[in-house]
């Protein structure tokens, strides 16, 4: 390899490749880790490379790239002290794919060898979500809880997302003063009207469940209000259009019925709907 008409050595290049790295030109930093590669016959030596590799290939969005390097590593050396940096790319790499199965397996083989490192929180994290998406709230708080602390004091974007799961765990768990707790300190603490909208949203299925339907509505209102694009507006729409049926408003829920059939014909809630507008009209 060439830099400025000089052929470079194998430190010239790895260095070099790292360099490129950090200023993010991965096509430069892939092609000097590539020719440092073919500048050393160190098994060990490769190992380290093709590590570094795997992340050039992560951040370039070629995941399955990613992690075929990745295994590389450990063909080239069974005993790389940081294989849990190897599964935790592997593991990131699967979740970028939507491959939710080996995500999890790369991810609990990367806890496997270090649960204790900073950056091991963001390997929990992912747990947490993976479970959390299934509905096994239970498999999914530990991994939440085990990672506030951090989170509080290095990563504030991170804790609130924790809140917001911590929250809607507790709900589906029943334990609505728990989860009003969190639901209450997300809404204190974010200065974010996207944050702000999601801790009212959680507020607003846990009085649902206290059966207060004016204050329901008052917060779904208030969700539309702080974020117009709210990620779930038919959850939204639902918990108002029930509410007013609950209250006895059988006009206001017939026209929020008429809207949310019209922007959601099959929709998640339809159902529940129809049988909501089937015993007020009996």
Not at 145 to 151: C, N, P
Request: proline share 1%.
């Amino acid at each position: 390899m060439f830099n400025n008409g000089v052929i470079m050595s194998f430190d010239e290049s790895l260095r070099t490749a790292r360099n490129q790295f950090e200023n993010k030109n991965y096509r430069n930093a892939r092609l000097l880790y590539f020719r440092a590669l073919d500048q050393t016959q160190d098994k060990k030596a490769q190992a380290i490379i093709w590590s570094e590799l795997s992340w050039v290939y992560y951040h370039e969005g070629q995941y399955q790239q990613a992690v075929e390097a990745a295994e590389n590593v450990l063909i080239n050396d069974p005993d790389y002290r940081g294989v849990s940096d190897v599964y935790r790319l592997q593991g990131f790499s699967y979740l970028a794919m939507q491959n939710e199965t080996m995500a999890e397996r790369m991810l609990a083989l990367s806890l496997q060898h270090d649960s204790e490192s900073d950056k091991q929180n963001y390997t929990k994290f992912e747990m947490g979500k993976l479970h959390f998406k299934r509905g096994s709230y239970d498999l999914a708080y530990p991994y939440f809880e085990s990672t506030l602390e951090y989170f509080e004091k290095k990563q504030r974007e991170y804790l609130h997302s924790t809140l917001f799961y911590l929250g809607f765990i507790f709900y589906y768990l029943q334990n609505d003063r728990k989860a009003t707790e969190l639901f209450d300190r997300l809404l204190r603490e974010s200065n974010d009207k996207t944050r702000k909208a999601s801790a009212l949203f959680g507020l607003a299925f846990v009085q649902f469940r206290k059966k207060d339907y004016p204050r329901v509505i008052s917060l779904c209102e208030n969700i539309i209000s702080e974020d117009e694009q709210f990620y779930d507006k038919e959850s939204v729409a639902f918990l108002t259009a029930a509410s007013y049926h609950y209250l006895g408003r059988k006009d206001v829920f017939e026209a929020y019925y008429q809207q949310i059939q019209a922007a959601y014909p099959d929709g998640r809630y339809a159902k529940e709907l129809d049988r909501l507008r089937s015993s007020a009209t009996n």
